[in-house]
C-alpha cells in the first residue's frame, strides 16, 4: 500500500512541476527531413502580457543531423498585424563534436532561447513562423532539406525575475 501511495504521490509531483508553462507545443517534421519551403507555425492566444516572458524554440534532432549549428529564420507577427523577422544561429554540438541538448538516446531534445524576457506589447494572437536557413559551407545554395530533424516546439512560460 505505501508503495502504491508513493508512485501517486511521485506522479503528482512530476506533473505538477511545470507551473512556469504558459505554452508548450511541439509539430513533427514529415520523414525527419525539414524542407526549405515548409514553415512550422505556431499560433498562440496570450490573454496576460504585464509581466515579461521567456520563449523558447525546442528542436529535437538524432544522430542524422549533420551539422554543428543551426540557422532559422523567424517571423513573429502581432495581433495587430506587425511583423518582426529575424536570423537566428544556435549551437548544436561543441567544437568536439559532441551533440548539445538531453537525451540518452541518439534523440537530443535542445531548448534555444528565442525570446528572452520577452515583454509581449498587446493581448491577443500571436503567430510564430520558421523556416530552416541552412546551407552548406562556401555555397550560396540553401540546403532544400535539412534531414535529422524530428520534430520543431515552441515554448512560452514564465520568467523567473
Known amino acids: 500500500m505505501n508503495k502504491i501511495l508513493l508512485i501517486i504521490i511521485a506522479a503528482m509531483l512530476i506533473v505538477s512541476c511545470d507551473g512556469n508553462k504558459i505554452y508548450d507545443t511541439y509539430q513533427t517534421v514529415e520523414n525527419n527531413r525539414w524542407a526549405a519551403n515548409d514553415s512550422i507555425v505556431f499560433e498562440v492566444n496570450l490573454k496576460e502580457v504585464s509581466k515579461p516572458l521567456h520563449v523558447f524554440l525546442n528542436m529535437r534532432t538524432d544522430a542524422n543531423f549533420p551539422y554543428r ?10 495581433p495587430n498585424g506587425v511583423t518582426i523577422k529575424d536570423t537566428l544561429e544556435y549551437e548544436m554540438a561543441d567544437a568536439y563534436g559532441k551533440w548539445l541538448g538531453e537525451g540518452l538516446t541518439d534523440v537530443k531534445n535542445n531548448k534555444l532561447f528565442f525570446l528572452e524576457n520577452y515583454k509581449f506589447p498587446q493581448e491577443g494572437t500571436y503567430q510564430f513562423e520558421f523556416t530552416q ?3 552548406k559551407r562556401g555555397e550560396l545554395q540553401g540546403l532544400t532539406e535539412l534531414i535529422g530533424v524530428r520534430d520543431v516546439g515552441l515554448r512560452i512560460e514564465k520568467s523567473q525575475n
Open 69 to 78: 549549428n543551426l540557422y532559422v529564420i523567424s517571423k513573429m507577427t502581432l
Open 133 to 135: 536557413a541552412m546551407r
